[in-house]
């Protein structure tokens, strides 16, 4: 079934130790569509500028993502430079321009009013809010954030985080939010007193881990946590929008499965790890736009067979 | 079948945020003997001093561990003291004194010369190479070592790596063997340059990738990584031995086995990681001392449960 996504579409400007490039197409709301189209129908809430062409609307488009609610409005698209030279596992910021983004108010075309799954990609947390109350009648919102949103807005975060079924977020995420640097009482914090019913937390090359509290899965007994693996690679070409894609093909598969069990939301964290190790291959959403049913499958078959005993 | 492992007993005064005691019973081969205890027969080749009693010994005994070659010396036993206060992670050592391990000369009891299966835990290269001439007939050597071999004594360290059929070490130690920060890369270099047939790269709370050579399984075809977790926990009381408990369990399931395959080193890795969990729950060797076969088994299984999708 359908998921609505909100969140931004921008130009990355990247720098790794494997190259360069100028103005990719990028942006949490991209990677992560490009990964869950894939799976299901997604469509898009986002805004961009002048600069945001035909031709890079026909990428989402090749990829049947419904780009009706991407508005387009006078000025720059979003744009963020950074690199990767010193280390591979923490982006290193050097610009920020927000240029459309800072105007942006999410308006919801009609035809998305059906849509059953909702993905608050990491943005303002009032953006995400407000989108969260524009669509009271989802079955399931999810969401991601970042560091900068819990160390200085967290009284903005805290009504979208109450909102959630599933955050998404990492080891460093976790630990500031849960106010603790242990994962598994970071993770308890964050599902007691902060309102997710489940958090997954990624951990980069090593996996994710995902936490459950009683009221994630109607009619069956609670769940264990969960550890998923990531795929030893050799070559980590560009690690943007990681775990975008991983959310992407995560919430993909959710949305995909007529109903939320634990062996969905287990499967689910496979394809999340299947989709974030297509992302790194290449740069910007790149390897996201060509990837193909056969070879995700096999990958898949590739994390099951390299954490399964048998 | 017997496992014959040179290492070190000794005395460690320890600090986390748990607590603080003083000369538990520790040494890489006390906490290596105690895992593998569990599942196969364990010889220990080791010098201790005047200070390790007969109380000590019976320890060690209880677990029908051979303590034929503990060699007894004039003086002091090994005594380390270190602190885990900033860093779980980490160990901050504050003193080492090695006692009556300086002047260790490994002598082999003629009834140790039919073990199989030979262990050599982190102390001198020079030391883990003689005891390895002295038992040319095992049927697989395994070994460990630390950052401080790996750079002050890499040349010493060298034939010892030559030697072994699975050498395990940390992500730290991993990288600077293989001189790149990347882990599929540095397992490359070191199964290609160093001699190892295997190598198994532990990664604390997020479990263990094992990396094998084509040389490792006779007659299987060459195996891919294999991701074993280790279990969340919300309190590590005491990290000491983490690593050598989890060689322990991992080399004690390998040699209570008729031959080595692929499914029997993964399930070896879920062994080591079931035993790192449990040594971590108390102080020094405490846990390990009294864990029963069920709560191994039930916490293999919680180790599949967590892990395995179906």
Redesign the interface.
Known sequence: MSILVVGSVAFDTIETPYGKRERCLGGAATHFALAASYFTQVRMIAVVGEDFTAEHEAVLRRRGIDTLGLEHAKGKSFHWSGDYLED?NAAHTRQTDLNVFQEFDPKIPAGYMDSKYLFLANIDPVLQLRVRKLMPKVRMVCGDTMNYWISAHLEKLKPVLAELDVLLINDGEAAMLGGV?????AA?HILTELGPKAVVIK?G???A?G?FSKRIFAGHKGA??????AL???D?VDPTGAGDSFAGGFYGYIASQPELTP?VF??AM?YGGVMGSFAVERFGTERLQNVTKAEIEERFS?F???????
Do not use: D, M
């Open positions: 591979l640097k242990n994962t598994v009482r308890e951990h090359e090593y996996g881990t936490f264990r946590p969960f550890r998923a693996p030893p690679l050799a980590v062996t287990r499967t496979f590739l099951r067979e390299i954490s399964h005993l048998e």
